[in-house]
């Protein structure tokens, strides 16, 4: 079974310029997730798409980020500005319907390489 | 807000020793526990996950249970490898108030040294 996808895997830019990630989730898997990993911190959750509906975009800076996925499938994640402090690895995850277990509900993520933004 | 916080590292070891790394977390609901671990230059990779209280997580020699009544989630390994060094990070999710949104801890960085 295929991973998540994303690309490019590294981007240099300046502050002030726009960059767009992609993201291709595994097959089948309704949930995407868009976050955050500023160096020597944990991911943070930008944004959570179920199929091609936003379900949660609350910690996502909607002055200069925006997100979409169209079709449902892959996603695009788009900085525009960029700020010297979005210097981050941003990764992609995605997850299928979430199971059971125990009479909690589980949904586990799988994460995707990652794209590493250097803004200079 | 739902927070986890984990020992700080970085953790370095020589092979075949005993390795712990501490995990408490705070959360309004009843949430899972999950350890993930970063590999250098790579993605996120599930280790292990616990839904309910006293519920032991374990892959790859590692463990963890899940403890309601302290409020922790500790990693153990009795006999860590060079293969081991990677980044781990403790994360929930809390159903009832952020859905499947996973809040991470820090990470802990661990080097084996052979």
Redesign the interface.
Known sequence: EAGVAQSPRYKIIEKRQSVAFWCNPISGHATLYWYQQILGQGPKLLIQFQNNGVVDDSQLPKDRFSAERLKGVDSTLKIQPAKLEDSAVYLCASSPVPSTSGGARVDTQYFGPGTRLTVL | GDS?TQMEGPVTLSEEAFLTINCTYTATG?P?LFW?VQYP??????LL?A??AD?KGSNKGFEATYRKETTSFHLEKGSVQVSDSAVY?C?L?D?ET?????T????TQLTVNP
């Open positions: 986890v009843y899972s993930y230059g790579e993605g996120l990779q599930l996950k839904t309910k519920d990070f994360a999710s159903w952020s859905g499947s949104r996973l991470f801890g820090e990470g």
